[in-house]
Nanobody, 124 residues
Framework: QVQLVESGGGLVQAGGSLRLSCAAS????????MGWFRQAPGKEREFVAA????????YYADSVEGRFAISRDNANNTLYLEMNSLKTEDTAVYYC?????????????????WGQGTQVTVSS
């Protein structure tokens, strides 16, 4: 089992940057693919980014491609999301998630473990 705790959210002006972290417990972190999802008020949860267990491959939603970067530090059981050029439409609760599966990383249903979320608010 994997427990996930996000941090790093906050209030930032449009055009600014934030770095989210996700601390994972358990010795098997390096065997899971990891993802970031977000949910804005009144909207469905949506995929943001995913990274393979060995960081060999990364995947992004079109809306964040070129602005966000997902990375991981397997030695320290930590997942990151570097967010640059933030827009007001990036405002949401951001969740990290872990999956043991080799496919379906853009779909929330593929993930077995979820964090509690961290709020990101981008002001105009």
């Amino acid at each position: 089992q994997v427990q996930l705790v996000e941090s790093g959210g906050g209030l930032v002006q449009a055009g600014g940057s934030l770095r989210l972290s996700c601390a994972a417990s358990g010795r098997t972190f390096s065997t899971y693919a990891m993802g970031w999802f977000r949910q804005a008020p009144g909207k469905e949860r949506e995929f943001v980014a995913a990274i393979k267990w060995n960081a060999g491959s990364t995947y992004y939603a079109d809306s964040v491609e070129g602005r966000f970067a997902i990375s991981r530090d397997n030695a320290n059981n930590t997942l990151y999301l570097e967010m640059n050029s933030l827009k007001t439409e990036d405002t949401a609760v951001y969740y990290c998630a872990a999956t043991p599966y080799g496919t379906g990383w853009r779909t929330g249903g593929a993930y077995l473990y979820w964090g509690q979320g961290t709020q990101v608010t981008v002001s105009s």
